[in-house]
């Protein structure tokens, strides 16, 4: 592929819903476009953009994918995203590269959640919105209704370029209304007919173009009122000027599968789309905090972001960045401002799919890859030293759903870190810890494909099998009454023997530790031995009497002991603490408490009533309900046990189709009702057994 400058550069992402087609959209420009000479199936597991083996094996895509392709003089780098939730990630980072979005709709299916949530990320990052209704060559595809739903959703800025002419449920024709011709499909290639008769609906559309176009100057408005035609120019321009604004969504449509209408879609990403030269200038920040704006120039110095790691245990990590300003070239030095290190830059790559071409340079606009920079990850600045610059990085949704994990073979817990650390690098919205109460390996994902897939590649790429299960909640245990217990530790077998003696008082204290103080008077206990007793109390509270949780909210006073010239011993007193320990406590009534966590869950007005009421279910507090601001979402607060919550990121996406989402921090530990505290004592038994 030859060399491109940002004026003839398109970074396009596919998003939206799964299932609409983005992939086959995909592998039929690369086929029309000379990229590929063979048109590869998802369902046969052959194209270019799903070539990981999870992809193939699921037949659907997991990770965003690059696919540089040459129309007409124009470079377009598409981005395939993954189209389900559990892998928004890919989203991100392809919203993060790209200059303009093509939002894939079904033509069956219509406007889902998908499409929605990928309309709002291309408007968030403000960038331009193009519109492909696929699967016109289904039976119950529909394109006005789905239409008439675009119009509803997101109002007069949605305007037809392509529409479908259908006869007897089949497309006959698709009707081009930028060019005003028409033209029908014989094996993916387009053929000009004469326009359909489609009576008043033509004439309709072409006057929502032209008022769309009017919109976009002063200059086309007078000339609109004027009742004088706009030229093919005038029409283009007014339309680029207006999509590039985000005031304007073209619609086109057509089968992908069938290869119809995809190549009116490249003509309109070539017309249309932002070069990268308009849109891809950015503001960042330098090191003292002041904003830089970054001009889209080879001559200026470099800057480039990275948006995406692949993590391979054998080959190593392969960077994509977009370069901002400058240019990036093999030998070439940057900063990594995240460190504050040099990176030398080795060859560079132009990849599509999992093919890798080397490149001389990758210019401001462009997108290329770069292997063996170990310590950049995504969402990293690499630029010039002689410009230090932060640029924005990428915005990713946090994880939602935990699980324990579980080596099958004993001693491979150290090859789970190393993995998911690993895999941590190449996806962002992974969660790896191991939590310092239950000692158990925690990963969270964004979801039950999103952990399955993460399994998966630990076994492929690392070579460990693991397990999930819920994670153990962490209990904790109180008292709710004062007691006053001896302690007595004597043991007499030849030579010096073992005593010590020790009164002391337990009583709840509004803390989260153990409070130690003593009381002796006398001298009954030697101060030498006050530490021995303390660590007797506090290494018997890790584990309490009623499951084996640790013991919190107790104050401890030793008041009394006595103690032997000879036999005693701080060992001694630490055993006779511990005895004291056991007999207070049990003395002492005993209760468990559960961590309690405030929940925020983002959903839709109308699915306020049952958040609340799954809320109630899980035995929790519902404090309050506020609408969030610039969004249609309401956000339900509440208080929740959090055992309860384990399964509740699978109940909200269900429940709410995935358009909602939610938070979730510890506030507090509160008792377990007294049914549910037997259930968790019983089971600690078993597990002790």
């Known amino acids: 592929m030859k060399q491109y400058n940002a004026k003839h550069i398109r970074n396009v992402a596919l998003v939206g819903h799964a ?79 790209a200059g303009s979005s093509v939002i894939v709709i079904s033509g069956k299916s219509g406007v889902t959640v998908g499409a929605q949530k990928a309309f709002a990320a291309a408007r968030k990052k403000g960038i331009a919105q193009i519109i492909f209704i696929n699967k016109m060559d289904s039976e119950h595809a529909d394109f006005y209704r789905v239409f008439e739903e675009l119009k509803t959703k997101f109002g007069p800025m949605v305007c037809p370029l392509v529409v479908p002419y259908v006869e007897d449920h089949k497309v006959q024709c698709y009707v081009n209304m930028l060019e005003y011709k028409a033209y029908k499909y014989e094996n993916g290639k387009a053929i000009e007919c004469p326009i359909p008769d489609m009576g008043h609906r033509l004439e309709g559309l072409r006057t929502a173009i032209n008022e769309a176009v009017a919109e976009t100057s002063e200059e086309l408005m007078e000339k609109y009122f004027s009742g004088i035609e706009f030229t093919p120019d005038e029409l283009i321009l007014g339309l680029a000027t207006g999509v590039r604004r985000g005031e304007i969504a073209p619609v086109y449509c057509g089968a992908s599968q069938c290869m119809e209408g995809v190549d009116q879609l490249l003509n309109g990403l070539m017309w249309l789309a932002p070069w990268a030269e308009t849109v891809a200038g950015e503001t960042g920040i330098d090191p003292n905090g002041e904003e830089v704006k970054l001009t889209v120039s080879e001559q200026a110095q470099t800057a480039a972001i990275v948006f995406k790691s692949i993590v391979d245990p054998f080959v190593g990590k392969l960077l994509y960045f977009k370069v901002i300003s400058g240019k990036v070239t093999p030998d070439c030095t940057l900063m990594n401002m995240r460190t504050g290190t040099a990176e030398k830059i080795g060859k560079l790559f132009m990849v599509r799919g999992k093919k890798q071409e080397e490149v001389p340079c ?25 410009r230090p610059v932060i640029l924005p990085g990428v915005n990713f949704e946090k994880p939602s759903l935990s699980m324990a994990v579980y080596a099958k073979k004993k001693g491979e817990e150290e090859k789970i870190v190393a993995g998911l650390n690993r895999l941590k690098e190449e996806d962002p919205t992974i969660s790896f810890e191991i939590h310092p109460e239950t000692r158990e390996q925690v990963l969270s994902g964004l979801g039950e494909q999103h ?77 030498n031995y006050f530490p021995a007793v303390e660590k007797g109390l506090r290494d018997s509270a890790q584990k309490g009497v009623l499951a084996g949780y640790p013991l919190v909210g107790v104050k401890a006073t030793l008041v009394d ?62 404090l309050g309900m506020n609408p969030e601001e610039n969004s249609d979402l309401t956000c339900v607060c509440a208080e929740v046990p959090m055992a309860e919550m384990g399964d509740y990121a699978t109940m909200l996406r269900s429940a709410t189709q995935g358009r909602g989402r939610y938070e979730m921090e510890f506030t507090r530990y509160e008792e377990v009702p007294s049914s549910i505290a037997q259930k968790v004592i019983a089971e600690s038994k078993t597990d002790e057994e």
Not at 363 to 386: E, F, M, Q, R, Y
Not at 474 to 494: C, D, F, L, M, N
Request: with cysteine; charged share 25%.
């Open 451 to 527: 952990l399955d897939v993460i399994v998966s590649k630990l076994k492929s790429k690392f070579g460990v099998e693991v397990t999930l299960q819920v994670p153990r909640v962490p209990y904790r245990e109180t008292i709710r009454r004062k007691v006053k217990v001896q302690g007595r530790h004597k043991k007499q077998s030849g030579g010096h023997g073992q005593f010590g003696d020790v009164w002391i008082e337990f009583e709840p204290a509004d803390t989260e530790d153990i409070i130690f103080e003593e009381k002796v008077f006398g001298g009954s206990v030697p101060k």
């Open 561 to 622: 002991g006595s103690y032997h010239p000879v036999d005693s011993s701080e060992m001694a007193f630490k055993t006779a603490a511990s005895l004291a320990y056991k007999a207070g406590i049990a003395d002492a009534n005993p209760v468990l408490l559960e961590p309690i966590g405030t929940v925020n869950a983002y959903v839709p007005s109308d699915c306020t009533g049952d958040i609340m009421g799954d809320i109630n279910k899980r035995r929790g507090r519902v």
């Open 362 to 386: 990758v210019v401001a606009g462009d997108i290329g890859a770069v292997a063996k920079l170990a310590a950049t990850n995504t969402g990293d600045t690499l630029c010039s030293p002689v």
């Open 19 to 97: 299932g609409t087609g983005k992939t086959s959209l995909a592998e039929a420009a690369l086929y029309l476009s000379g990229a590929t000479d063979r048109l590869g199936k998802v369902t046969d597991g052959t194209t270019i953009s799903d070539f990981d083996s999870e992809e193939i094996k699921r037949q659907s895509s997991v990770s965003t994918s690059v696919l540089p392709l040459e129309w007409k003089d124009t470079k377009i780098n598409l981005l395939d995203t993954p189209g389900l939730f559990d892998f928004a990630g890919g989203l991100s980072e392809g919203i993060r590269a």
